[in-house]
Structure formats: C-alpha cells, structure tokens
C-alpha cells in the first residue's frame, strides 16, 4: 500500500513538473521572434495640451489645469490631428458626440463648459452652431490669471465628416463618449457609407451599449470596450496558458494597462504575436485599470515597456515619443 501511494506521488510530482515546464515553454517569449517590428503609435486627441492626472475624476475641468503649453494646438482638431501625423503617429485617436442635427462634432467633454463659451451638451446644438463657440476659451496654465487659447479656438471644433475626409488614408481610432445605443446606430449608419477599404483602416471603441448597437450592425468593424474587453481577457486567462485563442478575442482591439499586461499569458511576444493572427491591435497604456490612463509622454515612460516590444504604445505627447522610433519600420 506504502508503494502504491509513493509510486501515485512520484507520478503526480512527475506530472504537475511537466505541466509547468509546457506552460513554461509555451508562455515564454524568449525563444518567439518579433521580427525586428517597432511599436505602433498612437496619438491621443491628436496633439494636445497636457495636464496632471493627480486626483482626477469625472468632474474634473481638464482645460483649467494644463502644463505650460509648449506648443500651439487644441485636441480634436483637424490642425492637432494633422500635426500628430506630421510628427510620426501611426493613428491618431479623437472622440465624438451627437448633435442637434443627427451629425457627430469631434470634442472631448461631455459638457461644453468647461473648455468652450457655450453651455450644456454637444446634443442642444446644431454642428454649424457648435462651430461658433470658442473651444480654446476655458484652458489656462496658471489657474485662470491667462488664457493663452482665448479667442484662438472660435470654428474650430470640426465634424465627424470632416476629419475622416481630411484624412481618409489614415489609421484613426474613434472613442463614443457615450452610453447610448442610439449613438452607436446612428454612427454605425454613417460609417457603412464610407469605403469599405477607408472603414477598414478606422477603429471604435467607447460604452458597452453603442459599441455593442455599431458591432450588429456592422459586424465586421473593429471595436473595443469594457465589455468587448472582458469577452475576451477573461477566456484567455482561463485557457490562453494552452495557447488556445478565444473566439471573443477575434478582429478586435485591446487596450491594455502597464501593470495588468506582465499577468498576461505570453506576454509580450508570445501574446502580441497571438494576438496578431487572430487580427487584434494591442495598445498598451499607462496605469492600471482605475479608468484613468494616463499616456506613456517621456523617454523615462518607456522604461516601463519590455526592450523587446512591439505593439501599440498610447501617448498623449507624440512628439516626444516619435522621435524615438525615428526612422524605423513599423507595422499595424
């Protein structure tokens, strides 16, 4: 009996060793190319005026607490987004809300007080009437004794229609800054009258209910959110260690926060690579998952980053990030 039970423990040491030397194995990147690729990157709001992330929460008025500008450019603008390509961004993100008029203006916040001269929301005014306000008008460095971009900012808030025409051969990330399922609709109707070869190179994510309205009804977009997220990560992390590829993790996108992506099974080669063939961009962003990330902005950022990495990196500074990649091949 004493043999029967020793042999049963040697056989089970025997296998639990073998199991973790295949999940070893099958998980590590040490032995997986990455085929000398260079990160993608990504430019939020285009080129923008930064500010401190310090106690930030949905209430917070961005625009009245920014850094010194260093430069002359307003988020979600046609000249920001321009600049951020110029400047070597591979996609540029911006963000969208509904008007009076069923249009989408391309503006951060959910309301136009604290950035603009208007009040209330993008949806009690009409896209001509929204190019009207000053959207420059609320941001100040120095606690309201300037305001460098007062006056600047007036017509420049632009359409929907108008960035994806200005920039209809580029990789741009679109973010819903809704919760509406009629949002995502309503965008889905518009975004199935472009090109089919322009709607391949755009991307969307934002709430759970509009992604989820946009994805019926274009089933082949590629889309994230919090939902979309789980769908996927949450399979992968029960079964990702075998190297089996959830079907939720297919034609999608993935924003991944710094201190999460190290738990994750592969990471980062083995899962960027995974990743890859299942047809899934991977941006990997700053923080954890509070749900405020902040953008990887200076060269001590990427310290943070595996030296072997190769997907998507968010910035909200693509000037000073591109110049590090300079020169290098990257791939999408």
């Known amino acids: ?72 450019y307003l988020e979600n603008t046609i000249s920001s987004i321009q600049a951020a390509f110029d400047n070597g961004a591979d996609i540029v993100e911006f963000d969208v809300h509904m008007t009076k008029d069923d249009q989408f203006a391309v503006f951060h916040d959910w309301t136009l007080d604290c950035r603009t001269n208007g009040h209330g929301v993008t949806r009690d005014y009409t896209m001509s009437e929204l190019k009207k306000l000053d959207i420059g008008y609320g941001y100040t460095a120095d606690q309201g004794k300037t305001y460098p971009f007062r006056g600047k900012g007036i017509g420049l808030m632009p359409s929907l229609t108008e960035v994806l025409k200005r920039f209809s051969n580029k990789y741009l990330l679109i973010d819903v800054k809704s919760s509406d399922p009629d949002e995502g609709k309503l965008l889905a109707s518009y975004l199935s009258k472009i090109p089919e070869e322009q709607r391949k190179s755009l991307a969307v994510y934002g709430g759970d209910e509009p992604i989820d309205a946009l994805k019926d009804i274009l089933p082949d977009m590629r889309v994230m959110s919090k939902a979309t997220m789980k769908r996927c990560l949450i399979p992968y992390i029960v079964v990702g260690w075998i190297g089996y590829m959830p079907d939720q993790c297919e034609q999608t996108e993935l924003h991944i926060p710094d201190q999460i992506a190290p738990w994750l099974w592969g990471w980062p080669t083995k899962f960027l690579n995974r990743m890859e063939i299942a047809g899934t961009r991977v941006i990997i962003v700053g923080g954890d998952d509070s749900g405020f990330s902040s953008g990887f902005d200076t060269p001590n950022d990427l310290k943070r980053l595996p030296i072997d990495y190769t997907g998507g990196i968010w910035t909200n500074r693509i000037d000073r990030i591109a110049p590090i990649y300079k020169g290098k091949k990257r791939i999408h």
């Open 1 to 72: 009996m004493n043999r029967l039970k020793k042999l049963a423990k040697s056989k089970l040491f025997l296998f639990c060793v073998v199991l973790i030397i295949f999940i070893y194995f099958n998980n590590s990147s040490l032995f997986v190319r990455n085929h000398s690729k260079t990160p993608t990157l990504l430019a939020h709001r285009g080129l923008a005026q930064t500010f401190t992330m310090k106690n930030i929460t949905n209430e917070t008025c961005t625009a009245e607490r920014i850094n010194q500008p260093e430069h002359p």
